[in-house]
């Protein structure tokens, strides 16, 4: 069952900017968050918004550059990535918590952002 969908990776250069989209069906949920995987790296976290409030928290290593928004019409959630770097190659990951629950345990297939030096 398909209930999060990434989009909008792609091949930018260094100092590019792209934005990802995560379309959630269906369900709604009380956070949802941003993470990547670098190759032979661990999954790391990017971002999180909480949904209805719309605060968000961001590692350190992508706050000024990085931007978490979401659309509730559409239930939809957004990276806004500027000022790439090649150490931001990696599949990033969209994923959705409910309410009462301490882990993210719906995620995204990820959609590949490639950053060239």
């Known amino acids: 069952q398909v209930q999060l969908v990434e989009s909008g990776g792609g091949l930018v250069q260094t100092g590019g900017s792209l934005r990802l989209s995560c379309a959630a069906s269906?369900?709604?949920?009380?956070?949802m968050a941003w993470f990547r995987q670098a190759p032979g790296k661990e999954r790391e976290f990017v971002g999180e918004?909480?949904?209805?409030?719309?605060?968000?928290r961001y590692a350190d290593s992508v706050k000024d550059r990085f931007t978490i928004s979401r659309d509730n019409a559409k239930n939809t959630l957004y990276l806004q990535m500027s000022s790439l770097k090649p150490e931001d190659t990696a599949v990033y990951y969209c994923?959705?918590?409910?309410?009462?629950?301490?882990?993210?345990?719906?995620w995204g297939q990820g959609t590949q952002v490639t950053v060239s030096s």
């Open positions: 994923a959705g918590r409910l309410h009462g629950y301490v882990k993210y345990d719906y």
């Open positions: 269906g369900r709604t949920f009380s956070s």
């Open positions: 918004i909480k949904w209805s409030a719309g605060s968000t």
